[in-house]
C-alpha cells in the first residue's frame, strides 16, 4: 500500500495534492484569479483578525457565475426593503414553532423541519399533506398584507438518505455505505432521485450532503461520512450537488432540482475524542487538505448554500468565527451563496444564547436556523443590534443579498407556487421502482466482504436456512438514524411501505431456487440448517446519541455473540451480516463466524443484501461483492483514530480492503480477543445516556397499563414523560408524578442480566437528577428499585436523599448495589436495573444512569 502522508499538501508527490491540482486549483499557492464580483462586505474582511496562512485556501473556479441580471434584480430588491424585512430573511425557524399566520406575519426567508418533524405533527402525513404545508407557507410568505414583503420563502429538510422524513420515500443506504462503493456516477442518480422525491413533496432545499471526512469513529455521526479519507468525499461532494442542484450549464436548479447544502463547515469529522460538536485542533493545513476537500468538490460544483457547524475550531465555535465564515470561505475560496447556522448553533458562540447573537451575524452567518420558541427574541434583538450599530447595515446586506441571489438562481420568483410545480403531488414518484432499483444497486455495492471461510459464500438458495438476529427483519433497523424519527427508533416494518427487510430478499431467492429457509430472532429452529444467516448490530441513532467511549461491538452483554457461538457449537456454518454505522470491534464474532459481511445501514432497500449472497440457479456468481472499506477497520476497541496513511499501527483490515468471491480469506478464527479494559475486569454499564441503551427500553406504567416510550411525549394516568435538554437536543428525561395513584418509569429488556458480579466489586447506580422546584417531599415517597421477575424486587427510598438536593441544580445520585440486595432483588436475573416510582406528587428531571464500578466512596442515598 502506498504509504504517503496525506496531512500536508506538501511534497508536491502527494496523490492528494495531484488530484486536487487536476481538479481545479494548486496547493499552496497556484490559484486561479476567478470569479464573483459579488457584494462581499469588505470592511468585515479588511478589518479581520490577521489570518493565520489564508494562503492555504484556494481560490474556487466555481461553475456558477455570477449573472449581472441577478445581481441588477438583487441590488433593486434589496433597495426597496426595510430592515424588519431583512433580518426576517435571516431567521430561519422551524415548523413546530410557527404558524402559517406567524409567516405572513413576519415573512421568514426559509423555514426548516427538523429530523422527525412533520406537517401536523403526524408521522404518517401523506405527501399531499407535506405540500399543503408548503403551499399554506409560501402564500403566507408571499402575501403582503402585514409586513409588506411578497417575496417567496424556501422550506429546508434532511433528507440525508433519501427524503427520509416521508413515509414511503425511497431510503438509499447511509453515507458510509455509499463511500464503499466508491462510485460517483451512482451518487449522482442517488441524489437526483432524492431531488425528486422531495421535489414531490413541495420542498425547495435539502441540507446535504454532509462532507464530514470523520477521523475518529467513536463520533455518533461516522455513518455520515463517506470516508476518513478526503479522496472520495470531494469527489462525492461535487457529484452529489450536481444530482441535487442539476448541471450549471443544463438544468441548474429547474423544475426538478433543489438547492444543496454543503456541511458542516468545517472540520465537523475531527473533533477531540470523536465528541459531537466537539473541538477540532488541527493544523490550518489539515484543516483544509483533510475537512475541506468537500468543499473544494462541492462549492466548485456549484453548491448554494454552507451549513456552519457546530464544532470549534481551536476552541472558537465556527458560529462565530469570522475568519473561517468570512475570511476564508466567502473571502479568499469565493462562495457567493448564503451561510445557514445549524439547529441553534450560534447560542454556543461565547457570549451568545439562542435568543441574541450579533457575533455570528457578524462573523458571517447568514441565516439563523431557530428552531425552537427562541425566533422571535432573535429576530427583535437581531434589529435592534443593527439599530444600535452593533451589527454593521452593510454586513445585513450582504447576507440578504446572498440569501436573494440564490432565491433568484432558484427561480423562485417565477416557478408557479408549490402545488403547481412539475413534479408536486406527483405521490407515485414517492417510492417508485425505478428510485427502488437505483437503492438496491447502491446497497449491493456497499456490501463488504471482510471473512469468508473456504468459500462459504456464495450460498444455494437451495439448502435448508436459518435466519437469525434481531437485525434479520427489521427495517427501521437496517435504516439507522435520520430515519422518519430524528433517532431512527421506533420504526416498524410497517413504517416502511413498500421497502423491504434484509430477510424479505433472502426468503425470495429461497422461494426462487427450492430451497428452505426459517426466521428465528433467536436462533431456535425446527429442522437443522445447512447455514445460518444471522443479521446483528447497533441500534439506530444521530448526532451526540451515538457518541461511544471505545469500538468494542455489545460492551458487557454479548447477546449477539452468544447467538454466533451457540449455532457454531452446534456445527452450523454462520454467516454473520453486522448492521452498523461505523467500523466496530468485532474480533470475537469475527471468530465466530465463517463468513462476515460489513452490511452498514442499507436503508429501506434490504431486499438487495442477498442478490450478493446468494448464487444463481446454476451455481454460478448472481452479484460479486465489490464494496471496499473506506474506513479502515480496527484491530483493538481502541483503535479509534486509525485511518488511510496511518503509519504508527495496523488496523486489522486496511483502508480499500474488502474482499472479492474467490479471493483467498485472510482473518483466521483466532484473532486477539483481549482488550486492555478486560484485563482490568469489570466494566461501567451505560443504561441511559441521552437515550436508552440496548438492551434496554425504556417503559412507563399505571396500575392497569405498561407502555414503551416510542416518541418524545407519553403519559398514563400517574404520570408524563418527556425528552428535555440539559446540554444537548434530548439528553434528559423530565417525569410528572401527578399524584392520583402509583406510576413508574423503568428501563426493562425481556432477557435478564446478571449483575451480581458487580455488586461485589463495589458497584453503584448511578444517576443524575435536577428537582424543577421545591417540592413538600415529606409527603411525597418517591423508590428506585431494581426488579427481577415474578415477586423479585428490590425497593430503595431515595426521598431522603432527594430532598437534601439544591433545587434547579443537576446532581448525582450513587446508591450501593447491595442495597438492592438487601431489599430483596435477586441480582443474578434483573429485568429492569433502573425503575423510578411515587404515587405522590411530584416533577423529576433525569439523565445519564450508569451501573458504575468501584464507586462505592461515591455513595450518598443511605440504604434504610
Ligand atoms: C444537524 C444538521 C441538521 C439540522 C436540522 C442539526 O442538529 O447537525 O445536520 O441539518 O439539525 O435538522
Ligand atoms: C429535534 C430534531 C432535530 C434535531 C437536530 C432534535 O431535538 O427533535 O427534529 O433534527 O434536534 O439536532
Not at 414531490?200 to 435539502?206: L, N, S
Not at 441500534?539 to 452483554?557: H, T
Request: proline residues 4%.
Amino acid at each position: 500500500m502506498n504509504l504517503i502522508k496525506n496531512k500536508q499538501c506538501q511534497p508536491r508527490t502527494s496523490i492528494l495534492c495531484l488530484a486536487i491540482t487536476s481538479l481545479l486549483v494548486g496547493c499552496n499557492g497556484n490559484k486561479q484569479e476567478s470569479v464573483a464580483a459579488i457584494p462581499l462586505d469588505k470592511t468585515a474582511i479588511s478589518t479581520a483578525r490577521a489570518p493565520s496562512n489564508i494562503d492555504i485556501w484556494p481560490t474556487l473556479d466555481i461553475e456558477v457565475k455570477t449573472d449581472v441580471d441577478i445581481e441588477r434584480k438583487v441590488a433593486s430588491l434589496l433597495a426597496t426593503m426595510n430592515l424588519e424585512q431583512k433580518v426576517a430573511q435571516m431567521i430561519q425557524p422551524e415548523i413546530r414553532d410557527i404558524t402559517v399566520d406567524d409567516m405572513r406575519k413576519y415573512g421568514f426567508g426559509s423555514y426548516l423541519n427538523g429530523g422527525g418533524a412533520f406537517p401536523n405533527n403526524d408521522k404518517h402525513a401523506t405527501p399531499d399533506d407535506w405540500v399543503k404545508l408548503a403551499e399554506a407557507m409560501y402564500q403566507a410568505s408571499i402575501d403582503d398584507t402585514l409586513d409588506g414583503n411578497s417575496i417567496p420563502t424556501m422550506w429546508g429538510t434532511d433528507a440525508v438518505h433519501g427524503h427520509n422524513n416521508v413515509i414511503g420515500a425511497t431510503l438509499f443506504p447511509h453515507n458510509i455505505g455509499l463511500g464503499a462503493t466508491n462510485n460517483p456516477k451512482l451518487i449522482e442518480k442517488i441524489a437526483a432521485i432524492t431531488a425528486t422525491e422531495v421535489m414531490v413533496t413541495g420542498i425547495d432545499w435539502v441540507f446535504a450532503p454532509t462532507v464530514a471526512v470523520v477521523r475518529d469513529d467513536r463520533w455518533g455521526r461516522t455513518y455520515e461520512g463517506y470516508s476518513e479519507d478526503p479522496e472520495i468525499v470531494r469527489d462525492y461532494s461535487a457529484a452529489i450537488v450536481k444530482g441535487l442542484q442539476g448541471a450549471s450549464d443544463k438544468d441548474f436548479l429547474g423544475d426538478k432540482r433543489v438547492i444543496s447544502t454543503v456541511k458542516h463547515f468545517i472540520g465537523d469529522g475531527g473533533t477531540e475524542g470523536g465528541d459531537d460538536q466537539g473541538d477540532n485542533i488541527s493544523s490550518e493545513q489539515e484543516l483544509f487538505d483533510v475537512h475541506g476537500q468537500g468543499y473544494v468538490g462541492g462549492l466548485t460544483a456549484g453548491a448554494q448554500s454552507v451549513m456552519a457547524s457546530f464544532n470549534s475550531w481551536h476552541g472558537s465555535k465556527v458560529h462565530g468565527n469570522k475568519y473561517l465564515l468570512t475570511d476564508v470561505l466567502k473571502g479568499k475560496m469565493g462562495f457567493d451563496g448564503f451561510v445557514v447556522g445549524d439547529w441553534n448553533g450560534h447560542g454556543q458562540v461565547k457570549g451568545c444564547s439562542n435568543e441574541s447573537c450579533p457575533q455570528a451575524v457578524n462573523a458571517g452567518l447568514d441565516i439563523f436556523m431557530v428552531p425552537t420558541d427562541a425566533w422571535k427574541p432573535l429576530y427583535e434583538n437581531t434589529i435592534k443590534q443593527v439599530k444600535s450599530g452593533e451589527i454593521a447595515q452593510t454586513r445585513i446586506d450582504d447576507a440578504v443579498s446572498r440569501i436573494l441571489r440564490v432565491k433568484f438562481r432558484a427561480g423562485l420568483f417565477d416557478k408557479p407556487s408549490p402545488v403547481n410545480r412539475a413534479l408536486s403531488g406527483k405521490t407515485h414518484l414517492i417510492g417508485a421502482t425505478e428510485h427502488r432499483e437505483v437503492a438496491q444497486q447502491a446497497v449491493r455495492e456497499s456490501l463488504v466482504l471482510l471473512k469468508n471461510k473456504g468459500n462459504l459464500l456464495p450460498l444455494s438458495a437451495k439448502q435448508n436456512i436459518l435466519v437469525a438476529g434481531d437485525g434479520a427483519d427489521n427495517i427501521g433497523k437496517q435504516s439507522g438514524g435520520w430515519t422518519i424519527t430524528w433517532q431512527g427508533t421506533n420504526n416498524f416494518n410497517d413504517d416502511f411501505p413498500g421497502g423491504s427487510s434484509i430477510y424479505d430478499g433472502i426468503e425470495q431467492h429461497v422461494a426462487a431456487q427450492g430451497g428452505n429457509v426459517e426466521l428465528n430472532v433467536d436462533g431456535k429452529y425446527s429442522t437443522k440448517p445447512d447455514v445460518a444467516i444471522v443479521v446483528f448490530g447497533e441500534e439506530p441513532y444521530a448526532e451526540g446519541v451515538g457518541d461511544i467511549e471505545n469500538l468494542e461491538y455489545q460492551q458487557g452483554i454479548k447477546q449477539d455473540l452468544v447467538l454466533l457461538n451457540k449455532l457454531k457449537s452446534q456445527g452450523i456454518p454462520v454467516v454473520s451480516l453486522f448492521i452498523s454505522g461505523r467500523p466496530m470491534w468485532v474480533n470475537a464474532e469475527l471468530n465466530a463466524s465463517d463468513a462476515f459481511v460489513a452490511v452498514w445501514l442499507p436503508g429501506s432497500e434490504g431486499v438487495a443484501v442477498a442478490d450478493v449472497l446468494f448464487s444463481k440457479k446454476n451455481g454460478d456468481i448472481n452479484h460479486d461483492f465489490t464494496g471496499k472499506l473506506s474506513y479502515s477497520w480496527p484491530a483493538t476497541a481502541n483503535q479509534t483514530k486509525i485511518n488511510r496513511f496511518d503509519q504508527e499501527s495496523q488496523p486489522l483490515l486496511p483502508y480499500g480492503f474488502g474482499l472479492n468471491y474467490g479471493e483467498p480469506n485472510v482473518l483466521t478464527d483466532d484473532l486477539d480477543v483481549s482488550t486492555d479494559r478486560m484485563s482490568s475486569s469489570l466494566q461501567s454499564i451505560t443504561l441511559f445516556e441521552s437515550s436508552v441503551k440496548s438492551p434496554w427500553k425504556m417503559m412507563i406504567s399505571d396500575s392497569q397499563s405498561t407502555s414503551t416510550m416510542t416518541s418524545s411525549i407519553i403519559e398514563n394516568k400517574a404520570l408524563y414523560l418527556r425528552t428535555i435538554d440539559r446540554n444537548v437536543q434530548e439528553d434528559a428525561r423530565r417525569v410528572i408524578f401527578n399524584g392520583t395513584e402509583i406510576g413508574q418509569v423503568a428501563f426493562t429488556s425481556t432477557s435478564a442480566t446478571d449483575l451480581s458480579p458487580y455488586s461485589k466489586v463495589n458497584s453503584t447506580l448511578e444517576l443524575t437528577v435536577r428537582l424543577t422546584e421545591s417540592q413538600n417531599l415529606a409527603e411525597q415517597q418517591v423508590y428506585l428499585s431494581m426488579d427481577c421477575g415474578e415477586q423479585c424486587l428490590g425497593k430503595v427510598n431515595i426521598t431522603k436523599a432527594l430532598s437534601l438536593l439544591e433545587v434547579k441544580q443537576w446532581q448525582t445520585l450513587n446508591i450501593d448495589l447491595r442495597c438492592f440486595e438487601k431489599k430483596g432483588a435477586d441480582l443474578t436475573k434483573v429485568n429492569s436495573p433502573f425503575v423510578l416510582s411515587s404515587a405522590g406528587k411530584l416533577t423529576i428531571d433525569f439523565t445519564d444512569v450508569f451501573i458504575r464500578t468501584n464507586s462505592i466512596d461515591s455513595v450518598n442515598v443511605s440504604c434504610d
